[in-house]
């Protein structure tokens, strides 16, 4: 049985920082393309980063501010998130899935965490 849970989540004041984890059990961490979603109260779950064994991808407001990394032999996930802003308040989702759509959408990922809220007070 997948399981990937993911943890670091919390309150934090405007320009601050956080590091998201995601613990994956239950596959073969390493084969698996990583991606962090994000969804906010009334909107879409939006893409954040993804990272393949080979390549990295970032959201365009994420750029220069959140940094994705993996542990393959921790079978865990990193989201260093910095310079944090009140619109980087949502839900955040560890995926995992198989395509080659590291950007998504969501439906391209076949595993998913139960998220992790982040809120970023101004």
């Known amino acids: 049985q997948v399981q990937l849970v993911e943890s670091g989540g919390g309150l934090v004041q405007a320009g601050g920082s956080l590091r998201l984890s995601c613990a994956a059990s239950g596959l073969a961490f390493s084969s698996f393309n990583m991606g962090w979603f994000r969804q906010a109260p009334g909107k879409e779950r939006e893409f954040v980063v993804g990272v393949s064994r080979s390549n990295t991808l970032y959201g365009d407001s994420e750029k220069g501010r959140f940094t994705i990394s993996r542990d393959n032999a921790k079978s865990t996930v990193y989201l260093q998130m910095n310079s944090l802003k009140p619109e980087d308040t949502a839900v955040y989702y560890c995926?995992?899935?198989?395509?080659?759509?590291?950007?998504?959408?969501?439906?391209?990922?076949?595993?998913w965490g139960q998220g992790t809220q982040v809120t970023v007070s101004s």
């Open positions: 995926a995992a899935g198989f395509s080659r759509s590291l950007t998504g959408p969501p439906s391209k990922y076949d595993y």
